[in-house]
């Protein structure tokens, strides 16, 4: 997932809404100053997932919430996490979205889900692009979002076949371990 202004209620309502035993790991890439903030502390007020700053090293569990930190980009390779320090320019973290999503997906292919939340600037349009070309699931987030330039993009450029807002999205992440089992048993 990726967010700017107006993100962190959509990321409240989504992951507000996912079970309990979730068995999808979400990274998140939310645009933020370059200070330490809780936002981790914040959204683990709203699951019992575990929420926790990505680290670079080996991705030891699939399972809970990856923030990447204030300044960051997070890559997923195929021994874990790395972690890129973004150039000082504001702008810099507009290719940090796609670029996170493009690393999920080479790793778990039609197995990823991306998602463009609220914003101001067109960001996750290359990301969308990739995922939904490889046969995952692209989603953007509609007109409830407090700034709609981004999802629009997504939408717009990126193709995101799925817009609806943060509740909807939580309904469709929550249905996807069993469609994607299905897949796989189906292939088998």
Not at 85 to 105: E, K
Not at 156 to 161: P, R, W
């Amino acid at each position: 997932m990726i967010a700017s202004a107006g993100g962190i209620p959509a990321l409240i309502e989504i992951i507000g809404a996912l079970g309990t035993d979730f068995p999808i790991p979400l990274f998140i890439a939310q645009h933020l100053p370059r200070v330490p903030l809780p936002l981790d502390k914040t959204l683990a007020c709203y699951t019992s997932l575990p929420v926790r700053w990505a680290e670079a090293g080996p991705l030891t569990s699939l399972k809970g919430i990856y923030l990447a930190p204030p300044g960051t980009g997070i890559l997923l390779t195929l021994t874990g996490i790395e972690i890129d320090v973004l150039p000082a320019p504001s702008a810099s973290w507009l290719a940090s979205g796609d670029q996170m999503i493009r690393s999920i997906f080479a790793r778990f292919g039609s197995r990823t889900a991306a998602i463009v939340l609220s914003g101001m600037l067109p960001a996750g349009i290359e990301g969308i692009r990739v995922v939904r070309q490889g046969g995952g699931v692209t989603m953007a987030q509609d007109r409830s979002s407090r700034r709609f330039e981004m999802p629009s993009a997504a939408i717009d450029f990126g193709k995101a076949e799925i817009i609806c807002a943060p509740a909807g999205m939580a309904r469709v992440l929550n249905m996807l371990p069993d469609l994607w089992e299905e897949a796989r048993e189906r292939a088998a």
